[in-house]
């Protein structure tokens, strides 16, 4: 069975929309075999985006990253990273489909980054690379 590394976003936390973001993941049918509140550091996030390094947006998203605490977890289950990404809608909130996390819960702030509420790795590779980075004692 699969894991994916699915991250609350500070927008989310600060919202008090953690409740409603893991009601929707357990809803689904998936397992939670880890949950955290943390404060990410700019090392920790180096490593999570270092895919983005240099683009226009990675110096916001570090910033916005850093505003405040996130929820990390560890989703368990059959094919549950195509899952999640699913259940989490399209990047940009404003055209995430209703129904999905962003598309029902997100909208533009008119911010230099997207302040999407949720981050869940995008194939089992960058699952394992991210769920080592955040839980090393699962790597
Ligand atoms: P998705 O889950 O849709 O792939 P992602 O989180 O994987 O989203 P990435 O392309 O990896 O998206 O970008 C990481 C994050 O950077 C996004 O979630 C968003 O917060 C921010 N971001 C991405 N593209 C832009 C952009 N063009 N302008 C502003 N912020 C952006």
Redesign the pocket.
């Known amino acids: 069975t699969q894991r994916s590394l699915v991250l609350v976003k500070p927008d989310g936390v600060r919202r008090g929309l953690t409740g409603e973001i893991v009601r929707r993941i357990e809803a689904k049918g998936y397992t939670l075999a880890r949950l955290e509140l943390r404060e990410a550091t700019p090392e920790l996030l180096a490593e999570h985006?270092a895919e983005?390094e240099g683009k226009p947006?990675y110096g916001p998203?570090v910033e916005f990253m850093l505003s405040g605490p996130v929820v990390a977890m560890v989703v368990e289950g059959e094919r549950c990273i195509e899952g999640f990404?699913s259940l989490?809608g399209?990047?940009d909130p404003t055209v995430a489909a209703p129904g999905t996390i962003r598309g029902d819960l997100g909208r533009d702030w008119g911010l230099?980054?997207?302040?999407?509420l949720v981050?869940?790795s995008?194939a089992p590779e960058s699952a394992e690379r991210e769920i080592k980075i955040w839980f090393p004692e699962l790597g």
């Open positions: 985006y983005h947006f998203l990404r989490a399209a990047t230099a980054v997207q302040q999407n981050h869940g995008d």
